[in-house]
């Protein structure tokens, strides 16, 4: 299947761990991006990685690190979690260029700090 | 500053009843507007960009740039449709990569 997909879809952990989430796309996207939406539904640009280049960093606390190992990955390590940090945390990715900005969305990991 | 604005926090219809979403966005330059869907627990969804300017499941949406709209509009409401809706804008920076700008987004409820 083309698509995003992210791991894990649930991740339950307690204040103060660090964690990861992982998300790939095989759709050949140049860009890919990392979306918060919090428990109203509001959603939140997060990062957006373009050929190994952070573009966009929305005042997102430093406790959160983007990781590109390749164009088709795009992980995110979170430090020292907060109870604020629980959402869900949608990944996605889009090819560059002219035309449509169109995104493709992973199926999200749903994130509770205890 | 690009925003994007989704007045009604939660819409509800009832079946075969027209619907109508809003949206207006805030943007200095040339926008690109799309509409995305979420159904429950599901990941979003592209329903419309406006420059296709087609129609998906019924659903329309044409860009005003004198009003600074991109409405969602349906004529007659199915129970499927029940979801949450956003309004996202993506400001062209020559190719580069820019995030999408969402709405808060807006509940769609379609009574039966």
């Known amino acids: 299947d083309t698509a995003v997909s992210q791991t894990p879809k649930y991740l339950v952990t307690q204040m103060g761990n660090d964690k990861s989430i992982k998300c790939e796309q095989n759709?050949?996207?140049?860009?890919m991006y990392w979306y918060k939406q919090d428990s109203k539904k509001f959603l939140k640009i997060m990062f957006s990685?373009?050929?190994?280049?952070?573009?966009i960093n929305e005042t997102v606390p430093n406790r959160f690190s983007p990781k590109s190992p390749d164009k088709a990955h795009l992980n995110l390590h979170i430090n020292s979690l907060e109870l604020g940090d629980s959402a869900v945390y949608f990944c996605?990715?889009?090819?560059?260029?002219?035309?449509?900005?169109?995104?493709?969305f992973g199926p999200g990991t749903r994130l509770t700090v205890l | 500053a690009q925003r994007v604005t989704q007045p009604e926090k939660l819409l509800s219809v009832f079946k075969g009843a027209p619907v109508e979403l809003k949206c207006n966005y805030s943007?200095?330059?040339?926008?690109?507007l799309f509409w995305y869907v979420q159904y429950s627990r599901q990941r979003l969804q592209l329903l419309l960009r406006?420059?296709s300017r087609e129609s998906i499941k019924g659903f329309t949406a044409d860009l005003n740039k004198g009003e600074t709209s991109f409405h969602l509009k349906k004529p007659f409401a199915q129970e499927e449709d029940s979801a949450m809706y956003y309004c996202?804008?993506?400001?062209?920076?020559?190719?580069?990569?820019?995030?999408?700008?969402f709405g808060k987004g807006t509940h769609l409820i379609i009574q039966p």
């Open positions: 943007y200095s330059g040339s926008p690109e």
């Open positions: 990685y373009n050929n190994k280049e952070l573009i």
């Open positions: 406006h420059i």
């Open positions: 759709l050949g996207h140049d860009t």
């Open positions: 996202a804008l993506s400001g062209r920076s020559g190719g580069g990569a820019d995030g999408l700008t």
């Open positions: 996605a990715s889009s090819p560059t260029g002219v035309g449509s900005n169109e995104q493709f």
